[in-house]
């Protein structure tokens, strides 16, 4: 696409990917989700200008295969009454898509606030969720630290603090989960039915983080993904959590809703590297081994 008029301005912002979720659950008739960053990270760059050539919407050009981004840009234009505008929108993330891992979230955070300092506007965290959510259920990467989420409405409902020092080695079994499409289903029922293992899962780890206590939140974590199990299986998942006591880890955690399985690790105990090691030799089946460090969320502007 060519543009034939002036040039506003240009941002670009880093977002983190998600090792699945710490908890995830219901609580009093709401949904919600722990958040589980990691250094995993989709860059945008937002380029916008002045449409020259009048149309009936803003044009727009993007990265292939990245329609949520394009959605997230022009609700945000919408958001900041800017309609007239045209932009360019590039994203380049190694994040794999529809596998529990927050592409999408990463990719339309990162556009909404690219979005707005390109127009000089820093859209606080909240601001950014409430748009999100406009687009798909999102995951609170937009948040600092680690969160409790409404991943559905985009409230945030508490922040526990900065993440414990913890490492995480990730295995994927295959298969994919299209996230809009698995929120649409309703699994309200299922959910309520492990209400009081999420509960005490979310207990575990709000306190894990508070009181920068690993093996808590692999406690926790670990309660929340044998839950999940009811909502959807992972068939490996009790074998990953066998590997996980050999190898010292302190417990397990997945995508509730996508394919991930996570291998969590206290990082004083510096185990990463040889896990990552052992994990590919455990599962060759394994369509991908990743090693992760367990990070705050929050987004980035990238100097140009």
Known sequence: MEYHGEFVGSATVRAPGVCGELVQGIRE????????????????????????????????????????????????????????????IT?????????????????????????GLALGVELAPE??????????????????????????????????????????????????VDTVEFNKVDRRSLWESV???????????????????????????SISAIAGQHVLPKPHLAAVQDFAKDVGAVGVNVGHSGTII??????????????FRRAREAFPEAEMVHHFRLMGGGLQPVPM
């Open 262 to 275: 996570g291998v969590l690790l206290d990082a004083r105990q510096r185990r990463g590297k040889s896990t």
């Open 195 to 221: 209400q009081p293992e999420t509960s005490q899962a979310l207990e575990l780890v709000r306190s894990g983080v508070e009181k920068g206590d690993p093996l808590l939140v692999g406690q926790g974590s």
């Open 29 to 88: 008739d709401i949904y919600f989700l722990v958040t589980c960053p990691v250094d995993f990270y989709s860059r945008v760059r937002v380029d916008l200008y002045i449409d020259g050539a009048k149309g009936d919407a803003p044009k727009v050009e993007a990265t292939a295969g990245c329609p949520k981004a394009v959605e997230a840009l022009l609700a945000t234009l919408a958001y900041l009454d800017r309609n007239e505008l045209a932009a360019r």
């Open 91 to 115: 994203v380049g993330s190694p994040i794999p898509r529809s596998k529990g891992m927050g592409s999408s979230s990463a990719d339309v955070a990162a556009t909404i606030a690219g979005t």
């Open 127 to 176: 601001v950014v969720a409430r748009i999100a959510v406009s687009v798909e259920p999102t995951d609170g990467v937009m948040f600092p630290g680690v969160v409790l989420f409404d991943h559905r409405e985009g409230r945030i409902t508490e922040t526990f603090g900065p993440p414990p020092p913890m490492e995480i080695v990730a295995l994927d079994f295959g298969g994919t």
